[in-house]
Structures are given as structure tokens and as C-alpha cells.
């Protein structure tokens, strides 16, 4: 997984409450992707860095937020998480030298269900 | 509107069958078309990536084509194995790092 990891793997949460999701990235990319994956749709963006402290809205932005404070690590945060945020959720990273620069790696994924 | 189709939605072959993979798109401007092979509870990961320019390109038992005139593009899987049981994405780039446009993908069922 080109040297990204999430965490947590897995999660369970209620609705109303606050979740934050990390993606985690050792390669040095300078953009940071958060999608989300549920079943019909393609992989679709909520928020994107194109540097620390550098973000912006993805096309479903809608009740996420999130930040960047160091090169390697984006955060993503449902501030009052809603049954219809249950998904897969995907961190990306891309921003590579020579050959790689167009390329997106993704990470394993985080599963987040809201009861 | 930049959109991206992908056909079959899934698909179900013999082991050692080859197959084909369709990709039709309305993005413009056209930066590039990526396949990604997703595999069950994993993130995709890239198997080809195609400029304007490239008609073309292998990575081993698998091999893209583009026809950037006809916005059409396709993957070739050739001998498949049950290992290729996955889904398959393709995803095409406008201008702009944010600029991706994926589909929602063919799921293969290779069967021995």
C-alpha cells in the first residue's frame, strides 16, 4: 500500500458523535485525498491537501472537515456522524517525483459503520 | 457533464479465459486514464496509466487501450488466473490534482 496506512481499520460509532479517521503516508507526496466507496457509486472526494494546512473541498464535502498540520498526516473528521456517512472510507496520496507524478496510491481503507 | 461508464458491471469468465473490459468517458479536458484493480476489502491499485498520446500499454498479463478520439478505452486481461477476481476501475483526469473522475467499476469472477 506504497506506505500509507489508516487507522482505525474498523469502526463502529453512533449517531451524533464525533469520529476522526487518520491517514497516515512515509513517501513524502505532497497531495492527500480523502474519498469515501459505497456500493453503486465510484470512489467519490470529500477533501483534498495540496500542502500543509492546505485543503479543499472535494464533491462531497458535506459534513466532513478535515486538516493537515504535517506533511504526513491527514486527518478527516465527521464532526456529528450520520448513518448516511456508513462507508468504506480511502486515503490517497500522489505528488511523486519523475515518472510517479501522476500516479494515486491508496491506502487499505477504513471501514465506518453508524448505528 | 464529465462522466465516466464502465461496462460490463461485472462479469464472470473461466479460468484461463481471456476478457475485455470497456471504459467510455465525456471528460474533457483529458489529462490521462488510469486502471485500477480493487481486490476484495483493499484499496485500488494502479495496473496502467495512459496519456493523450498512448494508445497502448501492458503490465504483464493485462494491457490497456485508449482511443482518446472516440473517448473510448478498454483492458485486456489475457490467460486470466483466479487471482484477477476483483473489481476493476477506471478512473480518467481532467486538469488539476483534484480533477479525477472514476467509475464504478466491472467486478470479475474468475471460476476454475
Known amino acids: 500500500d506504497a506506505g500509507i496506512t489508516q487507522s482505525p481499520r474498523h469502526k463502529v460509532t453512533e449517531t451524533g458523535t464525533p469520529v476522526t479517521l487518520r491517514c497516515h503516508q512515509t513517501?513524502?507526496?505532497?497531495?492527500m485525498y480523502w474519498y469515501r466507496q459505497d456500493p453503486g457509486h465510484g470512489l467519490r472526494l470529500i477533501h483534498y491537501?495540496?500542502?500543509?494546512?492546505?485543503?479543499d473541498k472535494g464533491e462531497v464535502s458535506d459534513g466532513y472537515s478535515v486538516s493537515r498540520s504535517k506533511t504526513e498526516d491527514f486527518l478527516l473528521t465527521l464532526e456529528s456522524a450520520t448513518s448516511s456517512q456508513t462507508s468504506v472510507y480511502f486515503c490517497?496520496?500522489?505528488?511523486?517525483?519523475?515518472?510517479?507524478?501522476?500516479?494515486?496510491?491508496f491506502g487499505p481503507g477504513t471501514r465506518l459503520t453508524v448505528t | 457533464k464529465n462522466q465516466v461508464e464502465q461496462s460490463p458491471q461485472s462479469l464472470i469468465i473461466l479460468e484461463g479465459k481471456n476478457c475485455t473490459l470497456q471504459?467510455?468517458?465525456?471528460?474533457?479536458?483529458?489529462?490521462?486514464l488510469r486502471w485500477y484493480k480493487q481486490d476484495t476489502g483493499r484499496g485500488p491499485v494502479s495496473l496502467t496509466i495512459?496519456?493523450?498520446?498512448?494508445n497502448t500499454k501492458s503490465n504483464g498479463r493485462y494491457t490497456a487501450t485508449l482511443d482518446a478520439d472516440t473517448k473510448q478505452s478498454s483492458l485486456h486481461i489475457t490467460a486470466s488466473q483466479l487471482s484477477d477476481s476483483a473489481s476493476y476501475i477506471c478512473?480518467?483526469?481532467?486538469?488539476?490534482?483534484?480533477?479525477?473522475?472514476f467509475g464504478t467499476g466491472t467486478r470479475l469472477t474468475v471460476i476454475p
Open positions: 490517497a496520496i500522489s505528488g511523486g517525483s519523475g515518472a510517479t507524478t501522476y500516479e494515486q496510491y
Open positions: 513517501e513524502n507526496h505532497r497531495y
Open positions: 491537501s495540496y500542502g500543509v494546512k492546505d485543503t
Open positions: 471504459c467510455n468517458y465525456t471528460v474533457s479536458p483529458f489529462s490521462n
Open positions: 495512459m496519456t493523450f498520446s498512448e
Open positions: 478512473v480518467v483526469t481532467g486538469t488539476g490534482a483534484n480533477n479525477l473522475f
